[in-house]
């Protein structure tokens, strides 16, 4: 069993690039990828945030049980539009999780806007994937921190773990804040066997970002050294205990 816990359809407004359907669903085949938590790319405004969310929802009818949404608004939509996406998204869609992007967005996690995202994640009963690394000060792991302790029960995933730069600051954060996950897109391969030991496999999670980059990321897993039942859970078992998604029967 693979899940992709990070993964990306339609076009992104910031970083202008277009992650294009076919290649997400041939990857995905090509890889043997069980499970994709598909986003949006950035998008600014609302109606291209809806028209995004149900392209995502129209594929995961298509492929119902293999492609799960992850909502994306942005957090400087007015909070009753934001949290009004964000409710349609997990109740009437069935998304599992909701995106901030620090970088992207230009939101400060600790702040106003990015208290929105956790407030209205904890309300709605799903996880928040927060991309860390590029984008300092507000995209670094540290940031996450005084978060995670004011919402001690909610689920929080970095995205990338700092990026190769901030990846031991990643670390130090999950081991503050239990509730802290790490996903791996883009960091060395000793970097994710150190998390995988000094962390724990249980809090270890695998993404690609991208459709190209999904069999570099699986390779990484498969040398690195570690056993089966480590490689289950970074693979799959962690993300499924996040996102709260059934993988048995």
């Not at 277009?18 to 085949?29: G, R, Y």
């Not at 670390?171 to 150190?194: F, H, M, Q, R, V």
Request: with cysteine.
């Amino acid at each position: 069993m693979i899940i992709d816990a990070h993964a990306h359809l339609g076009h992104d407004f910031v970083f202008e690039e277009d992650f294009i359907l076919e290649n997400l669903v041939s990857k995905m085949k090509e890889n043997k990828v069980d499970i994709s938590i598909v986003q949006p790319g950035t998008v600014l405004d609302l109606k291209g945030v809806v028209k995004q969310h149900n392209a995502i929802a129209k594929l995961s009818k298509k492929m119902p049980g293999r492609i799960l949404g992850m909502a994306n608004p942005s957090p400087h939509l007015l909070k009753e539009d934001y949290y009004k996406e964000l409710k349609r998204c997990v109740e009437d869609l069935g998304f599992v999780g909701v995106k901030l992007h620090p970088l992207a967005h230009a939101v400060n996690p600790k702040g106003s806007m990015g208290k929105k995202v956790f407030e209205s994640a904890v309300d709605l009963g799903v996880p928040v994937m927060v991309h860390t690394g590029t984008g300092g000060p507000w995209a670094l792991p540290s940031a996450v921190v005084p978060v995670a302790m004011e919402f001690p029960k909610l689920k929080i995933i970095l995205a990338h773990s700092g990026g190769s730069m901030y990846s031991e600051e990643a670390a130090l954060a999950a081991k503050l804040c239990p509730n802290i996950y790490l996903e791996t897109s883009w960091i060395p391969s000793i970097t994710l066997l150190s998390f995988g030991r000094n962390i724990g496999v249980n809090r270890v999670m695998f993404g690609s970002d991208h459709p190209e980059n999904i069999a570099s990321e699986l390779a990484k897993y498969r040398t690195v050294g570690f056993n089966d039942e480590e490689l289950e859970w970074c693979l799959a078992k962690t993300a499924a205990k996040v996102f709260n998604i059934s993988i048995t029967g």
